[in-house]
């Protein structure tokens, strides 16, 4: 079994994307790393190719940035990357996503286990640090509580929408992948960042959006105000885990403080049936996938999606 990584990466030291860090996590699992590196202001393309591991192939794209609407240019992107893999599966991580060092050789025995299977992907439990490094969301209706980050080659599968997720293209028709679980976790950095950082990040987000009229709307994790970075408060809880190790040296340096509020939530029962109460569909949603992942990651024939 061969297992390629893929990613992309623009500015990603500009907006303080952990690029290198994500990178360094992948490594032990796959033979190979895909890195498409657009044409940006920074150093992107010296710290990719600084690592100087054989197994990174970095390339060079170029973004249209008539291409923004609905974050299509991201999928795009992230489409050309894919194309480059080489494996039997290719796992895929923003920049900034992490693997834990601890989890690698479970993601990678659930990937020999699946590899003759029906199964199409493998979806991964998320981590959403926020703020610090030391709290995390809470609130599954607002922050995605799983995605897929690991999909099978030569099958027509490409990523999708602003590069999320990933769904089959089968003659034009999108359809759902069949899934099953990783046992793995993605930890998730893009909002531990200096107040001043996360602005500057954000209004760069917001523009890979932006197409003049009718554009599609902006999500909710992407708005920012200038004056709150940090305004999605409420759901958060205190990380009680250890960080990969690849971003201990980031963790130790925090040089910002963030009150989140946590002793001034409600008690958590209070926020979990306020969360169903507000949100049942997405609330059944995310019950039913956990029931399909379940069947489709220990029964030998997947087929639910």
């Known amino acids: 079994m061969k297992v390629s990584g893929f990613t992309i990466a623009r500015n990603a030291i500009k907006f303080g994307y952990p690029i290198a860090e994500s990178l360094r996590s992948l490594l032990p699992l796959v ?19 600084g690592i100087a591991d054989p197994k990174i192939k970095p390339f060079r794209t170029v973004w249209d940035m008539s291409r923004r609407e609905g974050g299509v240019l991201l999928s795009e992107q992230t489409n050309i990357a894919l194309a480059r893999c080489t494996g039997d599966w290719a ?13 690698i050789a479970t993601i990678r025995s659930r990937m020999e286990q699946h590899l003759n299977r029906g199964t199409e992907a493998l979806s991964f439990l998320y981590v959403h640090f926020y703020g610090s490094y030391s709290t995390v969301q809470d609130n ?7 995605e897929v980050r690991a999909v099978k080659t030569g099958r027509g599968i490409v990523s999708v929408g602003d590069a999320a997720g990933f769904k ?4 034009g028709t999108l359809r759902r992948l069949i899934r099953a679980d990783s046992g793995a ?13 996360m ?21 909710e994790a992407a708005r920012i105000d200038p004056d709150r970075p940090y305004r999605m408060l409420g759901h958060l809880t205190k990380f009680t885990g250890s ?10 340096a925090q040089d910002w403080t963030f009150d989140a509020g946590i002793e001034r939530q409600p008690a958590r029962w209070r926020r979990y049936i306020a969360i169903l109460v507000s ?17 489709n990651t220990h029964i030998a024939s997947p087929k639910l999606r």
């Open 279 to 295: 949100c049942p569909r997405d609330s059944m949603r995310v019950f039913i996938s956990r029931v399909l992942l379940t069947w």
């Open 243 to 252: 960080h990969p190790a690849v971003m201990q040296t980031l963790v130790s």
């Open 199 to 219: 602005v500057e990040k954000q209004q760069h987000v917001v523009r890979l959006y932006e197409a003049g009229p009718g554009a599609a709307a902006i999500p």
């Open 185 to 197: 976790h993605v930890y998730h950095y893009g909002w531990a960042r200096p107040p001043a950082v």
């Open 140 to 146: 599954w209706c607002t922050w995605y509580r799983r």
């Open 168 to 171: 089959s293209n089968a003659g």
């Open 91 to 103: 796992m895929y991580l923003q920049s900034d996503e992490v693997l834990h060092e601890t989890e």
């Open 31 to 49: 033979d190979e790393l895909v890195v498409g590196v657009g044409d940006g202001e920074d150093s992107t393309w010296e710290v990719v190719a």
